[in-house]
């Protein structure tokens, strides 16, 4: 056996002249990969992960603590590049990959999807392929610096299809819409038409008692360019299909079209026949006629349930007005645009990028990006999203997101990130499908030997054997997911509802408890300052400067309400020094020498701080009756006096949580603030429980508590301090007006600071998995009945291909149904 020197082995560069991932290397049978790994962080995380490798038959490896990376020997014919980075995400930690995406033409059904899957999983670098033969798109996450695009796409072109990268082109391109192979369709569709007709005519000719029929040559004649010019692209399918060593769709339409066309022909040249009755011209045309009728309406349809998505893509505008210093107005592309930059937008126009009104004052259309079904006022100051349609009024904008950095781009990827995915069932139905084909082909020759065996003519039997093959469908069970989860995924989308992923739509529709944080969610999150009560010995105005002070170092929302009333007031806010803070609690600082402690009961005591008594410990208790947030001072070790702050309840809040119990889930608030708000507000909507006095932390365990009590759980929030929470429950639920990591950390992001939308979230994927249910029943039903009357001869040919034909389309058809769904109420 021929064994080189390391020092002889080509490796494959990352372009900047270090070696890549992948080596290229064989010695014997084994290959050699390099993944870089995240989340070690002490040797025996190098020994765990080498232990989880050795698992694995025929892989040694060698994990580099300093490097973060892992040399693997393995056999790459009995474990992937996907296994071995599948093994160390279960050990714990991550693996280092990027994603790439394609659109995939000329699959023909759920089949041809696996082939293309099973074509990419197996190139170097590929830890995961995925392929959407809905949506006609292939995604794939590679190693960092392997498989460049024209690598997959030559996969993709040996697997016998086309693909063109998503990558670096404007997405608006993209989506499948191509109008030439389209229209070329309809074209080959007309042309099939006017050649089948005449054959199907005289049948039903013959039905109704008229003695006419055409001439066999002529029959021939009309046949011949539907079977193998219009038909050539079922050969074509079969051919690439078998050379793969898999079958699909394309197997069965070739094999039962061929059987008629051929057996008809012998019996018009060799056997000597004439009659009408012995030719099936017309069954072979037709079936591949009714075929590709159906799989233009398949696509016509596919299109309709990817349609929002597109819509969204349309949004971008290309050009924008920039006002440049020196030479004015000038348009430019976008691309151009850099952050900072002033824009112009005139009435009627679209926004061109996520920004702040810099000057004007109007009303923007948002319908489509956060499903507000009204206008929205802005003036100087309020922050606006690109693809916003601009009213009557005339903005001036300044940049503050630019690409892929602005919400209408981040709505997209959350959006196509979802359509992408796979429900678990899918997996059972992609197992189905792949042994789907070779199943029905075995059915077709039991029929035909059955058939002959029980005393029919040979005729016969090639017919029986023929429906069979022609009326099997593996592409309704194939569309039966992807198409109700795009189509269900757009239209929440459309009513402002983002749903990242199908883990969060398989959970959602089993929630049966929501918690809601109270500040940004239940109520406005922009709180106003009510009252300032000194303490004993402290001016009011000096509270209020030396507390807006510290609250000038912080972003809470509490916080700057503070430093707003100062400023209101005229009041100068001082610097200060030694700033810290404890989350969910409070913060101090020293201010002109003196140490001022800002936070809850709980803080000042902890810093021996002697709590008001009296008739002040009574106004706290009665403004916290009231609902409002008191905030305490202490100045030098001493109470100095409280602030009361008020967060308006948002108007939508008591009917959202009015909603979730008409469905039969409880509703729970976790706030920050004392039990006595906690209580007003859970009073004033209705809550079944509202508790005060939970730190950020505590979020999460309460969200654990529930769950270990069998309870599922939805945690609806806002803020940084909410993440915990959102990644602990099984549905993390994140207000569009929130932060990015509330967003990122959500399975579900809502893009209008609605809580109403938590109930739409929660029917929408009610609605979804209904329809996948639906999709899947009927399409199995139609196989496990259709397959059984063609073996009994019930069903002839033609009739069995236009059934074949409106299976897969009444499929798609079932889940356009849900684009017509929208939140209660709108």
């Excluded at 560069?13 to 070696?19: E, T, V």
Aim: hydrophobic content about 45%.
């Amino acid at each position: 056996m021929d064994r080189r020197s390391e020092a002889d082995i080509p490796e494959k560069n990352d372009g900047n002249g270090a070696p890549g991932a992948v080596k290229a290397v064989r010695e014997g049978l084994k290959d050699e990969v390099t993944l870089q790994i995240g989340g070690m962080n002490c040797a025996s995380c190098a020994g765990r992960i080498e232990k989880a490798l050795g698992k694995l038959p025929d892989v040694s490896s060698e994990v580099n603590l300093a490097l973060n990376s892992a040399h693997i020997t393995f056999d790459r014919d009995q474990t992937s590049v996907g296994k071995l980075a599948d093994t160390i995400r279960s050990a714990g930690y991550s693996v280092a990959d990027e994603s790439r995406s394609f659109d995939i033409d000329g699959m023909t059904c759920a089949n041809c999807a696996l082939r293309v899957e099973k074509a990419l999983g197996k190139l170097p670098g590929v830890t995961e392929a995925s392929v959407n033969f809905a949506l006609e798109r292939a995604d794939i996450r590679t190693l960092p610096g392997q498989g460049g695009d024209a690598d997959v796409i030559a996969a993709v072109e040996k697997a016998g299809y086309h693909a063109v990268s998503r990558n670096k082109s404007n997405p608006i391109d993209g989506q499948g819409s191509d109008k030439t192979g389209f229209d070329k369709s309809l074209l080959w569709l007309g042309v099939s038409i006017v050649l089948t007709v005449p054959l199907v005519a005289q049948m039903i000719w013959m039905y109704l008692g008229v003695d006419f029929h055409l001439s066999p040559w002529v029959e021939l004649a009309l046949a011949t360019p539907v079977q193998f010019l219009i038909g050539w692209r079922f050969y074509r399918g079969a051919w690439m299909a078998l050379r793969n060593g898999s079958a699909n769709m394309d197997v069965l339409v070739a094999l039962g079209t061929s059987a008629a066309y051929f057996l008809s022909l012998y019996n018009m040249l060799v056997a000597g026949h004439d009659e009408q009755t012995h030719l099936y011209f017309e069954a072979s045309a037709a079936i591949i006629t009714l075929i590709l009728a159906g799989k233009i309406m398949e696509e016509r349809a596919k299109r309709g349930a990817s349609a929002a998505i597109r819509e969204l893509m349309a949004l971008r505008p290309r050009k924008a007005r920039k006002l440049d210093q020196a030479k004015g107005e000038i348009e430019i592309d976008i691309a151009e645009l850099v952050i900072g930059d002033i824009v112009r937008v005139l009435p009627g126009e679209r926004v061109p990028v996520d920004g702040k009104v810099s000057a004007g004052e109007s009303e923007l259309d948002e319908s489509l990006i956060t499903g507000e079904t009204r206008p929205v006022a802005r003036v100087p100051g309020d922050r606006v999203v690109g693809g916003a349609v601009n009213g009557t009024g005339r903005l001036d904008i300044e940049v503050t997101a630019i690409g892929e950095d602005t919400t209408l781009s981040r709505i997209i990827r959350l959006v196509e990130q979802a359509q992408t995915g796979k429900a678990p069932v899918q997996k059972l139905v992609d197992k189905v499908s792949g042994i789907f084909v070779p199943v029905v082909i075995v059915i077709a020759l039991v029929t035909f030997g059955g058939w002959l065996f029980f005393g029919a003519g040979i005729e016969a039997s090639i017919v029986a054997a023929v429906s069979v093959l022609v009326i099997a469908c593996p592409c309704a069970l194939g569309l039966a997911t992807p198409t109700a989860l795009v189509a269900g995924t757009g239209a929440a989308a459309k009513s402002g509802i983002l749903i990242r992923n199908f883990d969060a739509l398989e959970q959602a529709h089993n929630v049966d408890t929501v918690i809601f944080d109270k500040t940004g969610t239940l109520t406005e999150g922009t709180p106003t300052v009510r009252d300032i009560i000194p303490g004993e010995g402290t001016d009011k105005t000096e509270l209020l400067r030396m507390v807006a002070a510290v609250q000038a170092a912080s972003e809470h929302p509490l916080a700057r309400a503070v430093v707003d009333m100062a400023r209101k007031q005229g009041v100068k806010v001082p610097d200060i020094t030694d700033f810290s803070s404890k989350t969910g609690s409070g913060v101090q600082a020293m201010v002109e020498g003196h140490k001022v402690v800002i936070g809850s009961e709980a803080m000042l005591a902890d810093l021996d701080i002697a709590l008001p008594e009296g008739g002040l410990a009574r106004q706290i208790t009665d403004h916290e009756g009231r609902g409002q947030t008191v905030i305490l001072a202490a100045i030098d070790g001493r109470f100095a006096g409280f602030i009361t702050l008020e967060d308006r309840i948002r108007a939508s809040a008591k009917q959202a949580i009015s909603d979730l119990k008409a469905r039969g889930i409880t509703s729970i608030m976790l706030s920050g603030d004392s039990e006595d708000v906690a209580a007003y507000v859970a009073g004033q909507l209705g809550l079944e429980e509202g508790r005060g006095r939970i730190r950020p932390q505590d979020k999460a365990r309460e969200v654990e508590k529930l769950r270990k009590n069998g309870r599922h759980v939805a945690m609806v929030g806002d803020g940084i301090n909410d993440a915990p929470a959102l990644a602990a429950a099984d549905v993390g639920i994140a207000m569009g007006g929130g932060t990015d990591v509330a967003m990122e950390t959500a399975g579900i992001t809502l893009m209008r600071s609605d809580p109403a939308l938590v109930a739409g979230a929660i029917d929408v994927s009610i609605s979804t998995r209904r329809k996948i249910a639906q999709n899947l029943f009927w399409a199995f039903a139609y196989n496990v009945i259709g397959v059984p009357l063609a073996a009994f001869g019930i069903l002839s040919p033609a009739i069995a291909g236009a059934a074949m034909a409106l299976s897969s389309v009444s499929v798609v058809s079932n889940s356009l149904l849900l684009r017509r769904w929208k939140v209660r109420g709108e």
